[in-house]
């Protein structure tokens, strides 16, 4: 049995069920499917049980891995059952739902997960969810408020935790130093924000970009230096490289953490390298479709 817990501190915690499904393959779609054709993109709420759609998280980025999968990534922490945590699920039994449209069906199937192994804030370097999103859906690079254009590189940065050696460059840290001005774009049921990277504990970043319980999983990108900010003149529309997933609110200042995408891709290249062709996600890579 799953549970589903959507929270950002112990204070916000939301507990439901996930109902068990029929197995089969994510890519069996057919046109009479209620998703077929529906637009998949970042910053999409995704519920994991039709009766309570008021416990959710959030897309990071879409895109599809080095298998032709189509995937979606999200936090690990939204979903709670040692059982099925840290390996690879090939049955459909944690289905996805588009929360605002639930009725339409599973847009996916939960693949893998990281257990938060008694952190109440998620895993402290792999708090992320791996979707296989169906056949049927269309993948599209813009969200609400920020549109990914790849996925972040930092040449010479600091290797995340989780890389193998050498790292590659998406498997490379943000800098935190007072002479660095490292910023995120952070979009959720708040609007869009953004702020100054002011840490980065092994690949979690801190930030005064603002979130909210909900929001979980949900886009971060990267501020390109010289690039609009989000503002009214704009429509708060900003554009930029993926850069990781929201991830909790802590007690420290500022408040909001965030899993880097180094953290992510490194993790994913580390098990498919000890696993060839096993692991969903595995070369992940934002799609680049309107």
């Not at 945590?85 to 997960?113: K, L």
């Not at 840290?173 to 702020?195: C, D, H, I, K, P």
């Not at 949900?218 to 429509?235: I, K, L, Q, R």
């Amino acid at each position: 049995m799953f549970r589903r817990i959507g929270t950002l501190t112990t204070a916000l915690a939301l507990a439901g069920t996930l109902g068990a499904g029929t197995a089969s393959t994510a890519s069996d779609t057919s046109p009479e499917d209620g998703v077929s054709g529906k637009r998949v993109y970042n910053g999409m709420q995704i519920a994991f049980d039709p009766s309570m759609p008021d416990a959710f998280c959030t897309l990071g980025a879409v895109g599809e891995d080095d298998y032709g999968r189509k995937i979606a990534v999200s936090a690990g922490h939204c979903l709670n059952a040692p059982a099925y945590a840290d390996r690879e699920i090939h049955e459909n039994i944690a289905p996805v739902y588009h929360r605002q449209d639930i009725a339409a069906g599973p847009i996916g199937y939960v693949r893998y997960f990281k257990d938060r192994e008694g952190s109440m804030t998620g895993h402290p370097t792999k708090d992320y969810m791996i979707i296989e999103l169906v056949g049927g859906v269309s993948l599209s690079s813009r969200g609400p408020h920020l549109k990914q254009t790849g996925e972040l590189e930092v040449p010479g940065g600091k290797a995340s935790p989780n890389a193998l050696s050498p790292a590659r460059d998406d498997e490379r840290l943000l800098g935190a130093a007072l002479f660095n001005n490292n910023e995120l774009l952070v979009s959720g049921q708040l609007g869009v924000w953004y702020g100054r990277v002011t840490n980065n504990g092994n690949g979690i970043y801190q930030a005064h970009a603002k979130h909210k319980a909900g929001d979980s999983g949900g886009p971060v990108t990267w501020h390109v230096p010289g690039t609009p900010y989000p503002s009214e003149a704009n429509g708060f529309q900003a554009e930029g490289p993926w850069a990781g997933i929201t991830k909790a609110i802590i007690l420290g200042l500022p408040p909001y953490v965030y899993t880097s995408s180094a953290n992510i891709l490194a993790d994913l290249r580390a098990r498919d390298t000890a696993d060839p062709a096993d692991v969903y996600g595995a070369g992940f890579e934002v799609t680049r479709n309107p």
